[in-house]
């Protein structure tokens, strides 16, 4: 089971977050069958929206991360709810390139540069979009930026993705740290060094450490409060329902031509590759 953890500093300056998501990446590569790159650049994804779906504030409220760059993975992008819940979708699930200089994934690379977008639908007639540019394409810099920019939110994140030679995820997870109004400059240099320090989180994760072990890490020096825990994981709410309606609204006209060539339509979810089928008579 995946999770987040969350604290508050003591003197109010900062909200943390930590989360595993190792069972929610390697659900991921399941339905996706993705390979290495193009994991660790869905798995940061789906990460990153969890952590960021479990700021929403009611039930029913959702946000879509997504990236949209020019590079080898095409679209990248995730839906959580309100309790960090999450499910993705990647353009090019192949997208695999050579290892970076330093042993990494590249990450940069399979994203590309362009733009990432931020929707919330938290029940109002529009939902609320935040656009920003992709800084690096290494996600976490670019959800940070996203933070700064739109949100005026100083926000300091980590997030990493091990792939096993087997190509399931050994270990993923993220931190993401949010400085709240009038936060203390000293709290604010002990948590810059402190998640400078956090190196290869995906491996920590791998060797065992605990979110709270991390989350130690990365309030050291500083007083804090862990507030709660909540159990996430790679939910689809796909329905037949809901698929009928995607099929209806390609309009009569279209559909009959569609049934005056075959038996039935085939739909499949781009989130967990689930397949539905239907027949002329959704047209009576
Ligand atoms: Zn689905």
Redesign the pocket.
């Known amino acids: 089971m995946s999770k987040i953890i969350r604290a508050m500093t003591k003197d109010g300056s900062a909200v943390a977050m930590v989360t595993d998501t190792t069972d929610i990446v390697n659900k991921a590569i399941g339905y996706h069958k993705t390979a290495p790159t193009a994991t660790a650049a869905l798995g940061r994804t789906l990460t990153a929206a969890s952590l960021m779906g479990s700021r929403l504030k009611d039930k029913g409220d959702s946000l879509t991360l997504t990236f949209k760059g020019d590079g080898a993975a095409g679209i990248v992008m995730a839906v959580a709810d309100y309790s960090g819940n999450v499910?993705g979708y990647i353009e090019n699930p192949s997208a695999d390139l050579p290892l970076k200089p330093n042993g990494k994934l590249d990450v940069s690379g399979a994203i590309g540069s362009g733009y990432m977008s931020v929707v919330r639908d938290v029940g109002m007639k529009e939902p609320m979009t935040g656009i920003s540019e992709i800084v690096s394409g290494e996600i976490a810099e670019d959800v940070a930026s996203y933070f700064a920019n739109s949100e005026q939110t100083p926000t300091l994140v980590s997030l990493g993705v091990l792939v096993d030679k087997d190509l399931s995820c050994a270990g993923a997870g993220g931190v993401l740290i949010q400085l709240l109004p009038y936060a203390d400059e000293s709290v604010i240099d002990k948590l810059e060094q402190n998640v400078g320090k956090i190196t290869g989180l995906s491996s920590l994760i791998a060797s065992g450490k605990t979110c709270e072990q991390i989350m130690a890490e990365a309030l050291y020096g500083i007083e804090y409060d862990l507030f709660d825990e909540i159990d996430t994981d790679y939910i689809?709410?796909?329905s037949k329902a809901r698929m009928l309606r995607a099929v209806k609204s390609l309009g009569k006209e279209e559909l009959q031509k569609i049934f005056s060539e075959q038996e039935t339509i085939e739909v499949c979810?781009?989130?967990?590759?689930?397949k539905f089928s239907f027949r002329s008579d959704i047209m009576e």
């Open positions: 499910k689809c709410d796909c979810c781009r989130f967990c590759n689930k």
